[in-house]
């Protein structure tokens, strides 16, 4: 069965750094990968997709990639604000599946 | 505006005492999920609908119950609410199971005492 790994699980940063936050996966037999935001109260959104055939994602200042063959992934965001501050949560679709595996996420606390 | 929307956002029940929560998307998705979110273990699936009157059991089934009669509604049904239902629930949907970006609810929390 697929699982997802987080790490860390939390992270604190001050406002203006670079960050890189990690996914693992155990079965690299994805379909597609996908980075989501979750506020309280708020739900999750999605922040990036990344497909199996695919590298890399970018938006703005976030930059997703991802490494099939070694089971990862990472979430790169650039120049962090407080207004980053938020659960961020990978998960993998597999191939052939319809359901996704989601990691426990790591907390960003960006500091002003 | 595309959304998700699920109902209520906040319940507490007694145990045993039938409960349903709604789930209706104006997106016009063949596919929609539902998942709870509990502490150290992540979102997990508990149900998913490809379509009208397709339903399939996600990796927590036990416990819930779904019906999928309209494209836009998927309600979450609890016959027999137990404490360990007591968690955080979403609803999700998409253009299908294969395709890109899953929307999700606000989420409902939930507690059966």
């Known amino acids: 069965k697929q699982e997802v790994t987080q790490i860390p699980a939390a992270l604190s940063v001050p406002e203006g750094e670079n960050l890189v936050l990690n996914c693992s996966f155990t079965d690299s037999a994805i379909y597609n990968l996908q980075w989501f935001r979750q506020d309280p109260g708020k739900g999750l959104t999605s922040l990036l997709l990344i497909q199996s055939s695919q590298r890399e994602q970018t938006s703005g200042r976030l930059n997703a990639s991802l490494d099939k063959s070694s089971g990862r992934s990472t979430l790169y965001i650039a120049a962090s604000q407080p207004g980053d501050s938020a659960t961020y949560l990978c998960a993998v679709k597999e191939a052939g599946a319809n359901n996704l595996f989601f990691g426990t996420g790591t907390r960003l606390t960006v500091i002003p | 505006e595309a959304q998700v929307t699920q109902n209520p956002r906040y319940l507490i029940t007694v145990t045993g005492k039938k409960l349903t929560v709604t789930c209706s998307q104006n997106m016009n998705h063949e596919y929609m999920s539902w998942y709870r979110q509990d502490p150290g273990l992540g979102l997990r699936q508990i149900y998913y609908?490809?379509?009208?009157?397709?339903?399939d059991k996600g990796d927590v089934p036990e416990g819930y119950k779904v019906s999928r009669k309209e494209k836009r509604n998927f309600p979450l049904i609890l016959e027999s609410p137990s404490p360990n239902q007591t968690s955080l629930y979403f609803c999700a949907s998409s253009w299908s199971g294969g395709a890109p970006k899953a929307f999700f609810g606000q989420g409902t929390r939930l507690t059966v005492v």
């Open positions: 609908s490809m379509n009208v009157e397709v339903t």
